[in-house]
């Protein structure tokens, strides 16, 4: 009977074993998978910033420009050139017909009629 003890116990052991392993196997496939996901995620981020930063790039290209900067000093600070003369319209109504001036909105009131029994429909039952 002793060997058959023994046989037990080693069939038991091998079981605990194997049972071990493919428990550390599927923990192991389920980080294996997050962590994949995780690098997915983060090369996905890498690119767009990326892309934001060849955005940015060709942005501070455009804006480092001296015809950009000259652009904005006229039109944001009012700045002109020496020679140059600046006509301000101070009734810029004036300009436009009544309605019809850019910015200015009319307001309306629109009424609608009741509604009517249409031919043919009777309502009384």
Known sequence: M???IKVFYIVVIAFVIVAAGLMTMNRLDREISVLEDTARETRLRQLTLETENGNMKQEISVKDSDSYIRMMARKENRFLIPGEIRFVVVNPEA???PGE????TIE????TAP???TAGEDTEG
């Open 2 to 4: 002793t060997k058959r």
């Open 95 to 97: 300009l436009y017909a």
């Open 101 to 104: 001036m850019p910015g200015e």
């Open 108 to 111: 309306l009131e629109i009424e």
């Open 115 to 117: 509604e009517t029994e």
